[in-house]
Nanobody
Framework: QVQLVESGGGLVQAGGSLRLSCAVSRRTPGSYIMAWFRQAPGKERDFIAAITWNGGTTYYTDSVKGRFTISRDNAKNTGYLQINSLKPGDTDLYYC????????????????WGQGTQVTVSS
């Protein structure tokens, strides 16, 4: 079983940057895929990016390419989402997710989810 806890969200001005973190605790060994999603109130959760176990392969949805960077540090059991040039439209609740199934690559389904971290971008 995998438990995920996000952090790093907050209020930031447009044009700024944030780095979101996802701390992972695991009760069972094995590799897993990590991903980030975002969700606005009343809307569906949208896929942002995913990264393989060793970090060797990443995948981004087209709308975030160039501004968002997914990474992970397995020694620290932590994943990251760097967001640059923030826009008011990036205001959302951001979730990290994990799966041990390769069938989840890249958009899911994901078995494990964090509680989310809020990002609010002011204009």
């Amino acid at each position: 079983q995998v438990q995920l806890v996000e952090s790093g969200g907050g209020l930031v001005q447009a044009g700024g940057s944030l780095r979101l973190s996802c701390a992972v605790s695991r009760r069972t060994p094995g590799s897993y895929i990590m991903a980030w999603f975002r969700q606005a109130p009343g809307k569906e959760r949208d896929f942002i990016a995913a990264i393989t176990w060793n970090g060797g392969t990443t995948y981004y949805t087209d709308s975030v390419k160039g501004r968002f960077t997914i990474s992970r540090d397995n020694a620290k059991n932590t994943g990251y989402l760097q967001i640059n040039s923030l826009k008011p439209g990036d205001t959302d609740l951001y979730y990290c997710a994990g799966t041990t199934s390769v069938r989840g690559w890249p958009r899911g389904p994901y078995a494990y989810w964090g509680q989310g971290t809020q990002v609010t971008v002011s204009s």
